[in-house]
């Protein structure tokens, strides 16, 4: 069984007066272990949420979480606060997106590091400013111990996503979730943190859910992708397959957007029309139809099932998915 | 060969200071800002003359601030008054004694009204804005409740006017100085509590925190190393401010007759209060003091507004 197995995760806000919006609309994907899965789209497709409603970050009025997520054999959905929190840094843990605002600016890194130690690990002292010294020196920060002293500010972003990465596997955790841990970061810092995390999965075998919309990212880290669009996963592969043969017309037009360095001069770049807020309830149908140039009478009817038209395992959720055409029309 | 080994060394010196000079932490940085700026030097220097005078005026006092020396020579019924002359340099009061002595004496008497009442108002005021904080951040439906009881009742000290609020106070606990401190103090705790709470309020939602959360951190080490900490600077702001504001309060009560009636310790409030009555005729006896609590509140003001200015996080470099 998989590590982590999310069945139908759903996320719905509410407020009063207002229209629920839905932000997940039942996600299914699995971990395994020291496996790298991807969950790749566009802003406000629901990948966030996704990773705030495993770790059980999201606050909790207002706010609807159904389906299940099974980690290890237990539901964290509906395990007790206090629990998840022992599970929290521990079992599972979390790198964000901006790591400057995710260190705490009035506290040296030391502090920060070993709070995590004492925490989990029961560390006190000495023992843990040591065990932190060995943490920031194994996800590559030079002179440790000057930098333990150091606050925030004083670092690079990429130091900081470093520190950060560094708290997260404090406790090797056995999932880490990074959601777009190198969107704040210039290339060359994004390439170093994506070896880092890559070694660390390696070597310790931890099953990493990587959240982003870089489509370089999932090329050169994920084993497993899905697809996200409007809260729903559309296109499940693996990442040879995927990159190879994108089926659903959102995943194609994804990767037929990004400009080539091999195109020839003066060749347009082909967009997908429109945005995500040009959308329909997945109740009614596909959800992507709005800006899909393949949608027939057949889309809007009802939420279109997953089906696995090319190869076994990459399953699509398109009733016109993008298929290699026949040979006959294409010599035509 | 020589020459390169000198390039050397200079830019391993270069490279040297550079690492000294990279700055600290926060308030090291807001002190730093703090000393460059001319309104902060403004400001200390007042309060450090004022609390020098607190601390030595007494001993600096050429005549003592009760006798009633030159009391043949003063007639205030029939408007006769002495002014500024070589043996009193601030003249002489409404009963012959010596103006200059006794705003000597009263500026501790001022000092300790400003800051006891401060201290009264930021104590209770945050250990309120604290509770209500944590509670509003990480405490959960319950801790809603608590923390909207709490404002609530903040709410209503807010609403009634501070001044007849302090001057209900000091009429039920009757007049002394004590009563004055504890009245301007009750007066501040809900200034203190909206504003810490608040403050935490808006780290609570920060992503560090958020991070914190993410790392299984413990509620009340959460409140405590991450928000606490970053909610703070806006506190200590209004501190320095709100001593200015408790020593012009404390005058205001003294001068409807609140505040100390023993006439052997003078206070500025107090002095202000009995020169009203011959203002016709000597407003001299009414500038002195007055003079001493607006300069006094300038300089906690101006040191108030430069700390807001070095701790905004929107400036910091």
């Not at chain 1, 007066?17 to 497709?45: H, I, M, N, P, Y």
């Not at chain 1, 059980?56 to 964290?76: T, W």
Request: hydrophobic share 45%; aromatic share 4%.
């Amino acid at each position: 069984m998989a590590l982590l197995s999310v069945e139908e995760l759903s996320v719905t806000f509410t407020a009063k007066g207002r229209k629920d919006s839905t932000a997940v609309d039942g996600v299914s994907f699995d971990v395994d272990q020291g496996q790298v899965v991807g969950l790749v789209g566009e802003s406000g497709c629901g990948k966030s949420v996704t990773s705030l409603a495993l770790m059980g970050l999201l606050p909790g009025k207002g706010v609807k979480v159904g389906g299940r997520a099974e980690f290890d054999g237990k539901d964290l959905l509906s395990m007790s606060p206090r629990k998840l929190r022992d599970m929290r840094g521990s079992q599972l843990a979390m790198i964000f997106q901006d790591p400057l605002s995710s260190l705490n600016p009035v506290v040296p890194i030391g502090v920060q590091v070993t709070e995590i130690l004492e925490r989990h690990r029961g560390l006190k002292g000495e023992a843990a400013r040591k065990e932190a010294a060995n943490l920031l020196d194994r996800v590559g920060i030079p002179d440790p111990t000057r930098r333990l002293k150091e606050y925030p500010h004083q670092l690079s972003g990429g130091m900081r996503q470093r520190a950060l990465i560094a708290m997260a596997v404090a406790c090797a955790p056995r999932l880490l979730i990074a959601d777009e841990p190198t969107t704040a970061l210039d290339v060359t810092i994004q390439a170093q943190i994506l070896e880092l995390l890559k070694e660390l999965v390696d070597q310790e075998g931890t099953a990493l859910l990587m959240i982003t919309h870089d489509l370089g990212v999932v090329a050169g880290l994920c084993d497993q992708v899905n697809v996200l669009y409007a809260g729903r996963a559309v296109e499940s592969a693996g990442r040879r397959e995927l990159f190879a043969h994108p089926t659903h017309p959102y995943a194609h037009g994804l990767l037929g957007s990004i400009p080539r360095l091999d195109a020839p001069r003066g060749e347009p770049l082909s967009p997908i029309r429109g945005s995500i807020n040009d959308r329909i309830a997945w109740a009614d149908g596909c959800a992507f139809a709005p800006r899909c140039d393949y949608y027939t009478m057949e889309c809007l009817t009802g939420t279109p099932e997953l089906t696995e038209p090319r190869a076994a395992g990459h399953q699509v959720r398109c009733v016109n998915p993008v298929l290699p055409k026949p040979k006959a029309e294409v010599s035509a | 060969m020589t020459k390169k080994a000198d390039k050397i060394d200079r830019l391993a010196e270069l490279m040297q200071t550079s690492e000294v000079t990279s700055g600290a932490s926060l308030w090291r940085e807001a002190m730093r800002r703090l000393k460059a700026s001319k309104m902060a030097i403004i400001g200390a220097v007042i309060i450090a003359l004022f609390v020098l005078l607190a601390i030595i005026g007494p001993w600096l006092a050429p005549h003592s601030p009760s006798a009633q020396t030159w009391r043949g020579e003063v007639f205030a019924n029939k408007g006769q008054f002495v002014g500024a002359r070589g043996e009193n340099w601030f003249g002489l009061d409404h009963l012959g004694r010596d103006m200059f002595s006794r705003i000597l004496v009263g500026a501790r008497q001022t000092l300790m009204v400003g800051v006891v009442s401060m201290l009264i108002g930021l104590i209770v005021g945050a250990l309120v804005g604290v509770l209500s904080g944590a509670a509003a951040t990480l405490g959960g439906r319950t801790g809603e409740r608590v923390d909207t009881v709490i404002m609530r009742f903040t709410d209503i000290m807010l609403s009634l006017p501070s001044l007849l609020l302090a001057v209900s106070i000091a009429a039920v606990m009757g007049q002394s100085l004590t009563t004055v401190m504890i009245a301007v103090g009750v007066v501040q705790i809900p200034i203190f509590a909206r504003l810490l709470r608040g403050s935490m309020l808006v780290q609570g939602s920060s992503d560090y925190v958020l991070a914190a959360k993410a790392l299984g951190i413990r509620k009340k080490r959460i409140v405590l190393t991450q928000i606490l900490p970053n909610s703070l600077s806006p506190v200590i702001v209004q501190a320095t401010l709100s001593l200015a504001t408790a020593i012009i309060e404390a005058a205001a009560l003294s001068y409807l007759g609140l505040g100390n009636p023993d006439p052997a310790i003078p206070e500025w409030g107090v002095m202000l209060a009995q020169a009203e009555r011959f203002f016709d005729n000597e407003p001299m006896m009414a500038a002195y003091p007055a003079i001493g609590i607006i300069i006094t509140a300038l300089g906690f003001t101006l040191l108030g507004e430069a700390m807001r200015e070095a701790l905004d996080p929107k400036l910091r470099g």
